[in-house]
């Protein structure tokens, strides 16, 4: 089975960097995926990655080490609109599963 | 609008009563699939269709659970005989599924059911 764990909470100041941390174990790993959720709306896609590195994308990057089971996403230039919650989801060999969510709150 | 799309998008029902939600996918994606979401809780995975097979579906998926994918394209998923504990979102996701990287997987999702049970 799956097993993904990431904080609950995190607040970040608008203008600044924050780091979200996702670990996993897994029985198999076919990838992993990080989503951004407004409250009330459905999950957006925001990166993968399925070897180890970095992948930069705009404002967001996001990091993987397999041989840690460790993963973070990386948010540069906060903004209010930032707030909302960070999904860590590992892909076994069939399925996606989803970690419970950071909750990032950006304060001015 | 080509994404995923989901009807209802709420639906309020009684104890006992059925309920059945609908999702067309983007069209020329293969996979389809369906989560319920909780309140500060991820989406739980419940089952998911290769075209018209479903594939796999959740060991915490009850016998009142059960969705279809008939011509590949759209599924509905029905509750029967709810529970208040049935109250939640309920997601509609859709993916490529064929290629030979995963990002050809990424599953994209519709804006969601919510369903309350009084």
């Known amino acids: 089975g799956q097993n993904i764990d990431q904080p609950t909470e995190m607040t970040a100041t608008e203008g600044a960097i924050v780091q979200i941390n996702c670990t996993y174990q897994?029985?198999?790993?076919?990838?992993l995926f990080w989503y951004q959720q407004h409250a009330g709306e459905a999950p957006t896609f925001l990166s993968y990655n399925v070897l180890d590195g970095l992948e930069e994308k705009g404002r967001f990057s996001s990091f993987l080490s397999r041989s840690k089971g460790y993963s973070y996403l990386l948010l540069k230039e906060l903004q209010m609109k930032d707030s909302a919650s960070y999904l860590c989801a590992v892909k076994g060999y069939q399925k996606v599963t989803f970690g419970t969510g950071t909750k990032l709150q950006v304060i001015p | 609008d080509t994404g995923v799309s989901q009807n209802p998008r709420h639906k309020i029902t009684k104890r006992g009563q059925n309920v059945t939600f609908r999702c067309d996918p983007i069209s020329e994606h293969n996979r389809l699939y369906w989560y319920r979401q909780t309140l500060g809780q991820g989406p739980e995975f419940l089952t998911y269709f290769q075209n018209e097979a479903q594939l796999e579906k959740s060991r915490l998926l009850s016998d009142r659970f059960s969705a279809e994918r008939p011509k590949g394209s759209f599924s509905t998923l029905e509750i029967q005989r709810t529970e208040q504990g049935d109250s939640a979102m309920y997601l509609c996701?859709?993916?490529?599924?064929?290629?030979?990287?995963?990002?050809?997987?990424?599953?994209?999702f519709g804006p969601g059911t919510r369903l309350t049970v009084l």
């Open positions: 897994t029985s198999g790993f076919n990838g």
């Open positions: 996701a859709s993916s490529l599924g064929y290629g030979g990287t995963g990002a050809t997987d990424t599953q994209y």
